[in-house]
């Protein structure tokens, strides 16, 4: 085995070693700071449902608003802005379904919004809350890249909902 050989070696291992730490590191998943350092996911406990898309939650001792991804339910508490049709439904829905439980917040590629609230994909046990709002028509898709994943499956789940006339597709006018 002649040099060349070796050093082929070595630099396939150094690769192999930069890709295996890349991997456990996951420098490009930022988290919870305002820096965007931390976690992919986390565990919260939901003190209130702020509205139909918004949660707040204790997290890490530190009480953050959480807006979840992917989905807009109608106005109920936005100042200046009145209540929208169906945004009651959706806000007592969310109350009752995840106020004083513990979530699993899944971040996105860009972890806060305009206003400083975390943004996150909200799982209660099984079941994925911002798909939930969509398919039962108390929310409407709203894609805003990067946070794109579910895009697709929120897009299928709307036009479901709208062809069978649930919840504010067929109670409110566009």
């Known amino acids: 085995m002649g040099p060349g050989a070796k050093r082929s070696g070595w630099i396939g ?49 530190e009480v953050e ?3 979840y991804i992917g989905v807009d339910t109608p106005e109920t508490v936005k100042p200046d802005t009145p209540v929208q049709c169906f945004g ?17 917040l899944v971040f996105g590629v860009e972890r806060r919004d ?15 809350v911002n798909a939930m709002l969509v398919r039962r028509g108390l929310a409407r898709s709203l894609t805003i890249p990067p946070n794109d994943r579910f895009a697709p499956l929120f897009r299928r789940l709307e036009l ?9 597709w067929g109670a409110c006018r566009p």
């Open 13 to 61: 291992s150094a690769v192999l070693l930069v890709a295996l730490a890349a991997v456990v590191l996951r420098p490009w998943e930022g988290g919870l700071g305002r820096d965007g350092g931390g976690p992919a996911a986390a565990t919260a406990y939901v003190t209130r449902a702020v509205d139909g898309d918004t949660i707040e939650v204790r997290i890490g001792g």
């Open 65 to 67: 608003d959480v807006r």
């Open 88 to 104: 009651p439904r959706a806000s007592t829905f969310d109350h009752r379904l995840v106020e004083h439980r513990t979530v699993r």
């Open 114 to 128: 305009v206003y400083g609230r975390l943004l996150a994909y909200v799982y209660l046990g099984r079941r994925f």
């Open 160 to 168: 479901r909902a709208a062809r069978a006339g649930r919840g504010l």
